[in-house]
């Protein structure tokens, strides 16, 4: 690499197949994109990589080809492979997905200690399952155990109050605006300390 055109574009097959013709990849630019992705400025970046400053700018406006020693250093300080460098980013693909739930005609699931109100019903395919939730119960005595699953969750308490139990953390008290964000796969539990039940935002990761 270090006797080749400092513009030469280096050439990789597209990812949908060996019988796609290739695909020019700007090396200097693929490098902008990355360290700026992490927010990096080039003194920032040259540090993370163990080259000189001038020499990653030099890189990422085609006025030098590097060498492999460098293209190995590039990758370590960006903590990504070697092929992944010369990879270009992944085309944002518009799916163009909507669903609208009107107050109270959200699918109803039923719990002795939670209503659940699932919303977004009609989509497929999510990444995550919103609900609405009607706090049922009001002592931690009324669950069978710990709730856990996988994924990751967010709530936010519309009404009320509530309490939060979680695995490996003391309970909390949420009230009307306050929010959590928490593992799912760790025990959970909620109850109500309100006069009248507490209602909740509920989203789940499905990853």
Do not use: C
Not at 3 to 28: F, H, S, V, Y
Not at 61 to 84: C, F, R, W
Request: no cysteine; charged share 25%.
């Amino acid at each position: 690499m270090t006797n080749a055109d400092p513009k030469r574009l280096i050439r990789i097959a597209r990812e949908t197949g060996p019988d796609t013709p290739a695909e020019p990849l700007n090396l200097g630019q693929r490098v902008r994109e990355l360290r700026k992705a992490k927010g990096w400025t080039l003194d920032q970046a040259a540090g993370q990589a163990g080259l000189a400053r001038s020499t990653l700018s030099k890189i990422e406006n085609g006025q030098m080809s590097p060498t492999y020693d460098a293209v190995k250093k590039l990758a370590e300080g960006l903590k990504i492979s070697v092929p992944q460098l010369f990879t270009p980013a992944g085309k944002v693909q518009v799916s163009g997905r909507m669903a609208v739930t009107k107050s109270g005609t959200g699918q109803a699931h039923v719990t002795t200690t939670y209503e659940h109100e699932l919303l977004a019903g009609g989509l497929s395919r999510k990444q995550m399952l919103p609900y609405r939730a009607t706090i049922r119960a009001r002592d931690m005595a009324e669950f069978d155990g710990w709730v856990r699953h996988e994924g990751e969750e967010f709530l936010y308490v519309l009404t009320g109050v509530i309490r939060l139990y979680t695995e490996f953390y003391e309970p909390v008290e949420l009230r009307r605006g306050d929010s959590a964000y928490y593992d799912a796969t760790m025990g959970h539990n909620v109850i109500s300390l309100s006069d009248e039940a507490a209602t909740l935002l509920w989203v789940t990761s499905l990853a």
